[in-house]
């Protein structure tokens, strides 16, 4: 018996493509926004071994972070992180700039802060420049 | 015994309901038995009567068959009540509610299938809803959600396009009727 493909293709109208196009769409990007490897959930941040903050990347806020030589400033924005500003003299942690990759740190060594990212399917154990 | 006071007396109208929900009920049921690779992905076969209802007697129609369906079907599978129950419900509700928007789409363009995928789209969303509200307090269950939302095309195609196949034949046997008279 062969299959009357034709029968059912005359069913389908114009818009009833489209919505099922648009439908795949819908997977694609959930996929690719849900599923993204890497991406990370969060950041903590420590002080001389402690940790003074573990917070989302979903609202933008700035934290202050005291350590023997003064006060560490970490900018969080949603999706990443960094160091904004640090009392240490070479400023590498500074320099490394915006942390996006879960895994992710950022470590001020004369002030003893660092700021890592968290995340649920973390590529890297840890990342460094 | 003493005879009732009551006299229900069905309309057409109700027993049209109770002919379709039943086919509907038959359909949930069958379905259970199919096994699934994944919890709640499921192809929804009773809303193809649901679609029929819709196009041939109209939304309110279709309320009734649905949510007859869900209460009658949760009953004879033990589920009344029960977590799946409510995912059923909210479910159903959902896509009642999109199906009285979709069926004033232009019907040039716009069949039982855009409705039965706009419909699957409600129905997993107001699920992954109230999943995420209820029963899984946590954003993990929206790591899910490509999978239900392939699920809804795929099986929202397959629903669509039987139910449209039933209305052809319907109207076509309907057309041989009245010829034949």
């Not at chain 2, 999109?98 to 789409?105: C, D, E, I, K, R």
Request: glycine share 10%; with cysteine; net charge positive.
């Amino acid at each position: 018996m062969k299959p009357d493909l034709g029968g059912w293709r005359a069913l389908l109208r114009a818009g009833d493509v489209a919505v099922a196009v648009a439908g795949l769409g819908v997977c694609v990007f959930a996929l690719l926004t849900l599923w993204r490897g890497g991406a990370p959930d969060g950041a903590v941040i420590r002080a001389g071994g402690k940790v003074v903050a573990e917070v989302d990347l979903v609202h933008a806020r700035t934290i202050e972070v005291p350590g023997p030589l003064g006060v560490t400033v970490v900018e969080i924005r949603p999706g990443r992180a960094r160091v904004a500003s640090d009392p240490g003299p070479r400023q590498y942690c500074v320099r490394q700039g915006w942390l996006t990759q879960a895994g992710a740190v950022a470590i001020c060594a004369p002030n003893q802060v660092s700021l890592s990212l968290s995340g649920r399917a973390a590529d890297y154990d840890s990342l460094n420049y | 015994m003493t005879p009732s006071t009551i006299e229900l007396t069905p309309t057409k109208e109700d027993r049209r309901i109770a002919r379709h929900a039943a086919a509907a009920i038959v359909l949930t049921v069958a379905e259970a038995a199919i096994p699934l690779p994944l919890p709640g992905v499921k192809p929804g076969l009773a809303n193809i009567v649901t679609l029929v209802v819709l196009a041939r007697w109209g939304w309110r129609e279709a309320v009734w068959v649905s949510l007859l369906r869900v209460l009658a079907g949760s009953l004879l599978l033990g589920q009344f009540l029960a977590p799946g129950f409510f995912l059923s419900l909210s479910g159903a509700l959902a896509s009642l509610v999109v199906l009285g928007m979709a069926m004033h789409l232009p019907q040039r363009w716009f069949g039982p299938v855009s409705h039965s995928i706009l419909a699957a789209f409600a129905h997993i969303g107001a699920q992954l809803v109230v999943a995420r509200l209820w029963l899984v307090p946590h954003d993990g269950v929206f790591y899910l959600t490509p999978v239900f939302a392939l699920a809804a095309v795929v099986f929202g195609l397959v629903n669509g396009l039987v139910a449209a196949r039933l209305l052809q034949e319907l109207v076509q046997g309907e057309r041989t009727e009245a010829v034949e008279r």
